[in-house]
């Protein structure tokens, strides 16, 4: 029961958050291509090349890598809260799997909200000089990409950790985080970290002023009520 709601709650946090972070992002994406629009020249670069050898190689030959990247996220989570991981394995023949002692919908849903290539990118970004700044943009938006098109592919109904959590709620929250991983992505494209905090809070306000406004509306449709 507890756990139950405890989804909820985190669904509705999800909810409001997809808002807020949606209108920080296109407020960064904006500015970005006002103020700095070199920036997004190699990051969709990447993006349209990973695209492109997607539809006329990979989409052939590289299932294996989508399959190790995909359960060592599962990997990585199940450690981060300390479960004990039984089994890790993956092949090319499609097959992969990870066993651990004890779950929860986050190591569950990881794979699917979590671009680990990209994290890695935007981890070592700003400790990058300046004048690389170009390349890693471009690989922000391959492997960003690879990330996206593999959620298409693994996304659906008959998926067991998608039906373990049930679709609506793997929606929600895959949707949001992936939102979040989008926005952090352009706001780091400048090439540091204050940035990418400028995006964070500004996902915060939003949020913040999307629940004071429905707050607002419940008190005035609950005087009305009353009166």
């Known amino acids: ?25 296109l407020i960064f994406l904006g500015n970005t291509s006002l103020q700095n629009p070199q920036t997004m020249i190699p990051f969709l670069i990447g993006s349209a090349f990973y695209l492109v050898l997607w539809i006329f190689v990979f989409s052939r030959r590289e299932r294996f890598w989508s399959i190790l990247e995909h359960e060592l996220t599962h990997l990585i989570f199940a450690t981060l809260f300390l479960k004990r991981v039984h089994t890790f394995y993956a092949s090319r023949d499609g097959d992969g799997r ?12 990881s794979p699917y909200f979590f671009p680990l290539l990209t994290v890695v990118i935007l981890l070592i970004k700003p400790s990058i ?14 492997t960003l990409m690879f990330h996206f098109v593999y959620l298409l592919k693994e996304f659906h109904p008959s998926q067991p950790d998608l039906k373990k959590n049930g679709m609506l709620f793997s929606i929600i929250v895959v949707g949001f985080f992936n939102i979040f991983f989008v926005g952090v992505c352009i706001a780091a494209l400048a090439g540091n970290w204050s940035d990418v905090g400028g995006f964070v809070m500004t996902g915060i306000a939003e949020c913040r002023f999307m629940l004071e406004n429905i707050g607002r509306v419940v008190f005035q449709e609950t005087q009305s009520f009353l009166i």
């Open 129 to 142: 000089s300046s004048q690389f700044q170009f390349i890693l943009n471009g690989l922000l938006g391959f």
């Open 98 to 109: 990870v066993e651990v002692e004890g779950d929860n919908f986050i190591i569950a849903l």
């Open 1 to 25: 029961m507890l756990n139950y709601i405890g989804k909820i709650f985190f669904a509705v946090l999800c909810s409001l958050g997809i808002i807020g972070f949606v209108r920080a992002t």
